[in-house]
């Protein structure tokens, strides 16, 4: 049986209870489901944040995270996964980002929601921009993202 996929990309915030909800399939075979949510920091790297302002490219950005599920269906035996994320400007303690995935087991379904997060932060072709006291600025790559990421190479 083929994982159920999707992808969400808007500005309008998110409701945690639906999106769980949306994992279960009705098949009665989800052991368990792992989820992330990540939200706006109000600091980033000792510079206060006012708020964060996410550029996409709308239908490529979605085709990049869906790959991104269909790598970790691929690598675990999901029955559903699913990626909402936020553009446009968000403040501090807004929800941004939400993770979930669905599986028989809990193994799966941890490892392919971290997997899922990881290669969020490296291969989604999102633009960030932080508006603070000391002005705006692009926020560049994190080194720490990409060496998350590359572990899962060497799991293969």
């Not at 072709?125 to 990421?149: I, L």
Request: hydrophobic share 40%; net charge negative; charged share 25%.
């Amino acid at each position: 049986m083929r994982a159920v996929l999707e992808v969400n990309v808007h500005p309008q915030d998110f409701d945690l209870r639906v999106l769980q909800a949306s994992l279960l399939q009705g098949r009665a075979g989800e052991g368990g489901i792992a989820t992330f949510t990540g939200y706006v920091r109000a600091s980033n790297e000792n510079r206060g944040v006012r708020s964060l302002y996410l550029e996409h490219y709308p239908g490529m950005t979605e085709r990049s995270i869906l790959q991104i599920l269909e790598e970790s269906a691929e690598r675990w035996p999901l029955l559903a996964a699913r990626v909402v994320h936020r553009v446009g400007r968000l403040e501090p303690g807004e929800q941004i980002v939400w993770v979930g995935v669905s599986a028989a087991h809990r193994e799966a379904a941890f490892a392919a929601c971290e997997f899922v997060m990881d290669y969020l932060k490296t291969r989604a072709p999102f633009w960030k921009k932080e508006h603070g006291p000391e002005g705006e600025h692009w926020v560049d790559a994190r080194d720490s993202d990409t060496t998350r990421a590359q572990r899962w190479q060497q799991q293969q």
